[in-house]
């Protein structure tokens, strides 16, 4: 059955316009069919002809194409679900789903030495990309170190998604030895698990159980050898004993928490002056926080991130040490092995977080017309003096770096040296994370939900007012517009005459602080307790109302796309 919608709206993001559009979006059978500038004829016409949705001041934004989301624990219905209600319409992915999906998906292939035979046949099917890993990223990856062939046989047709990593495996097994062990078995689901209520005294005391080390012996343990990367581990599986973790409960304005000065007396004896120092005093998102005193700065601890500073291990070393087992140099380096090949490929890096590693990209430019690469949500938002002690939410590969790095990341983006932006999604479940243990610790960060409200509010802190809705224009390039070019996602990106009608209704200046919800995210995600800003109101996914902030309502309507369609 036929359906024509007609959204109205001062505020519409288009294609090929540097300012927002005050006119119609007209919409048939979920395509786009035409964009008119606003007149009241044209408004009295389409209300006879139409269902018309006028939205008035609200901006109306293509819909986000994520092309860096890992399902992991949580799975495709809960992570689709989460994006769908951030604005986000389509998701890249090499994960397999398990559910109903709420926004479409471009399928990824992860390629490895062994499947490179299978690219021809690939070029003809539904694999929207190739995703590489060139160095291990656990004790079962499969890598890639045949690049030069891998290259040569996708023709230039599909893109390959390369992770910039690169190293000996010497170096791997040196700097992160836990990156390449056998992980421990357990017992309990993920889903059994909450954040860890602590007393009164957690951060002036400490327990001996944290002073385990991984690969201690014990008469329980059982051996286990294998082959990784051609050298052979051993791991002892120890039975692995973890206090079911519960949310901090709220406690009264009269009672105080006793143990909150020795938190800073054991921070203190670190100083941040350095690494201050690096980062210019820049307008940060509010939290709703107690201001504490770290060395000789000021700098903010929430209350609600102290179920995640994990007692006995509160090291301002911590995170610095873990930063320094991934260096700078392994992302040039992986850039540097790629592209020295020079097969004119379709060649794009993700998580580039690295001035050395934007910086042979740009140099690489001129010799490949299809180079392109992004930068993450974890980059953008947070730099090394926002990790709390122990707080291994955080944690992420490549690290997050220093202030200096995160100022050169904006930088790059405004000069056009980095495409474009996706969330880096990877749930890790809690038991996993182990918190205060950034050495053991999982890589990954959980961010869906809040790519759009996050990067907007770190943009808005530091543009001029009066060059907002210019802004507002060159994030749905990065956010929507670019990602589209780079899956040859035709029919998607943008607010224009003969693509689907992905659409975002939202309120940019309108306030949030972020909280757990059944559909967006849990307490695991280090944006917990910001405030940001862009409230989502609506968003439609191919002409259908698929998420209504107001109603409530949200429809699994995603569906895998087929390439030959696009």
């Known amino acids: 059955m036929s359906f024509k919608l007609a959204f109205i709206s001062k505020n519409i993001i288009c294609e090929g316009s540097r300012q927002p559009l ?54 495709s219905s809960v992570t689709t679900k ?17 559910g109903e999906i709420y926004t479409d998906i471009a399928p990824l292939l992860q390629i490895s030495d062994d499947k490179i035979g299978e690219i021809p046949s690939l070029l003809n099917s539904n694999i929207f ?15 890639l170190t045949k690049v030069e062939e891998a290259l040569r046989e996708t023709n230039g047709n599909l893109p390959i998604f390369v992770h910039p990593e690169f190293t000996t495996h010497k170096e791997l097994l040196e700097n992160t030895p836990f990156h390449m062990v056998i992980p421990e078995e357990r017992g309990l689901t993920p889903s059994e698990f909450k954040i860890e209520e602590f007393p009164e005294n957690e951060f002036s005391s400490s327990s001996s159980d944290d002073e385990i080390e991984p690969f201690d012996y014990s008469p329980d343990s059982t051996p286990t050898t294998k082959d990784i990367g051609g050298i052979r581990r051993t791991s002892f599986k120890i039975p692995v004993i973890i206090s079911p973790f519960e949310i901090l409960p709220n406690r009264s304005p009269e009672k105080k928490r006793g143990s909150l000065p020795n938190v800073f007396s054991v921070i203190q004896n670190h100083s941040f002056s350095e690494e201050i120092k690096t980062c210019p005093n820049k307008v940060r998102g509010k939290r709703h926080s107690i201001l504490c005193t770290l060395g000789n700065q000021n700098k903010p601890i929430p209350p609600q991130d102290f179920p995640f500073m994990k007692r006995g291990s509160i090291s301002s070393e911590s995170y610095k040490n873990y930063a320094k087992t991934f260096p700078e140099s392994w992302e040039a380096e992986a850039v540097e092995k790629v592209l020295s090949l020079n097969i004119k490929a379709k060649i794009h890096f993700t998580n580039v977080c690295s001035n050395k590693a934007i910086e042979l990209i740009r140099n690489y430019r001129d010799s490949y017309p299809n180079l392109t690469c992004e930068t993450s949500l974890p980059y953008l938002f947070f730099s090394n003096i926002d990790v709390k002690p122990g707080d291994t939410r955080y944690k992420v590969n490549p690290p997050i770096r220093d202030g200096g790095n995160y100022n050169l990341l904006w930088d790059s983006l405004k000069l056009r040296y980095i495409d474009c932006i996706s969330s880096y999604h990877q749930p890790v479940a809690p038991p996993q994370k182990f918190l205060g243990d950034f050495k053991r610790a999982v890589n990954g960060v959980s961010s869906m939900g809040y790519l759009l409200q996050a990067i907007w509010t770190r943009l808005k802190a530091d543009v001029r007012e009066d060059n907002e809705k210019s802004f507002l224009v060159l994030l749905s390039q990065w956010l929507s517009q670019t990602p589209a070019e780079i899956l040859g996602l035709k029919s998607k990106g943008s607010i224009s005459a003969g693509k689907d009608a992905d659409l975002v209704i939202w309120d940019p200046y309108q306030k949030f602080i972020v909280k757990p919800n059944e559909n967006i995210s849990s307490e695991m995600s280090p944006l917990m307790g910001e405030e940001l800003y862009g409230k989502i109101m609506r968003t439609y996914v191919r002409g259908k109302l698929a998420f209504n902030d107001n109603s409530g309502v949200i429809c699994a309507v995603g569906e895998v796309l087929r390439r030959k369609n696009y």
Do not use: W
């Open 22 to 75: 005050h006119g119609f979006i007209l919409v048939e059978d979920g395509i786009i069919s035409q964009i008119l500038p606003y007149d009241k004829d044209t408004y009295d016409f389409l209300m006879e002809q139409y269902l018309v949705e006028d939205l008035g001041d609200l901006f109306i934004s293509p819909g986000l194409i994520d092309l860096n989301v890992t399902f992991g624990y949580e799975g």
């Open 129 to 143: 990309g190739l995703k590489a890993f060139l160095v291990p990223q656990g004790p079962e990856s499969q890598i």
């Open 82 to 98: 989460a994006g769908l209600c951030g604005g986000v319409t389509c998701i890249s992915t090499t994960d397999r789903l398990d």
